[in-house]
Antibody, heavy 116, light 110 residues
Framework: QVQLVQSGAEVKKPGASVKVSCKASGYTFTSYGISWVRQAPGQGLEWMGWISAYNGNTNYAQKLQGRVTMTTDTSTSTAYMELRSLRSDDTAVYYC?????????WGQGTLVTVSS | QVVLTQSPSASASLGASVKLTCTLSSGHSTYGIAWHQQQPEKAPRYLMKVNSDGSLNKGDGIPDRFSGSSSGTERYLTISSLQSDDEADYYCQAWGALVVFGGGTKLTVL
């Protein structure tokens, strides 16, 4: 069965970086993309961007351009999302999701807390 | 850029049916959307894709109580025989050059 398993919770100081992983199993990794979505406390879902696991092409949300980098490691079927220059309003649960256009499987989420 | 509009809240009684609506912005009537359910403190779960012609692509294990339909710029999610664990936030999602989500509808089962 398809599974996306994310890395554990992180606590970071303002200005630091965080890298979240998402290990895929149960399907051919390179046949789909991976999107990243975040959810601030009590808020809705915010799309952050997408990466093709086939060729590494990316498409980032404009508001995160320059601060976010998405990568994949096809040898381990793992996707990564790195967010730099963290601010308090980056505190959120971060999700990966398998995607071609729509998202049909989601990871369990990773809480990233940004606090001094 | 497509915009998706959802009512913030809805409610219905246990065992009843409810129809949730996702409205696409003008000029985007050919777009399909996906519905996702997020139960409290859980990750979202994909329910189904609803195409503009009303055809569906349901997620694995999604009960028949969940169905979708389409009319013009509106996409619907109907849940019948409501159960207590249907109480959740429901988000619609569209895609084009970018991905967008609706604001979500909080469903309360009375």
């Amino acid at each position: 069965q398809v599974q996306l398993v994310q890395s554990g919770a992180e606590v970071k100081k303002p200005g630091a970086s965080v890298k979240v992983s998402c290990k895929a199993s149960g399907y051919t990794f390179t046949s789909y993309g991976i999107s990243w979505v975040r959810q601030a406390p009590g808020q809705g879902l915010e799309w952050m961007g997408w990466i093709s696991a086939y060729n590494g092409n990316t498409n980032y949300a404009q508001k995160l351009q320059g601060r976010v980098t998405m990568t994949t490691d096809t040898s381990t079927s793992t996707a990564y999302m790195e967010l730099r220059s963290l601010r308090s309003d980056d505190t959120a649960v971060y999700y990966c999701a398998r995607s071609k256009n729509y998202f049909d499987y989601w990871g369990q989420g990773t809480l990233v807390t940004v606090s001094s | 850029q497509v915009v998706l509009t959802q009512s913030p809240s809805a409610s219905a009684s246990l065992g009843a049916s409810v129809k949730l609506t996702c409205t696409l912005s003008s000029g985007h009537s050919t777009y399909g959307i996906a519905w996702h359910q997020q139960q409290p403190e859980k990750a979202p779960r994909y329910l189904m894709k609803v195409n503009s012609d009303g055809s569906l692509n349901k997620g694995d294990g999604i009960p028949d109580r969940f169905s979708g339909s389409s009319s013009g710029t509106e996409r619907y999610l109907t849940i019948s025989s409501l159960q207590s664990d249907d109480e959740a936030d429901y988000y619609c999602q569209a895609w084009g050059a970018l991905v967008v989500f609706g604001g979500g509808t909080k469903l309360t089962v009375l």
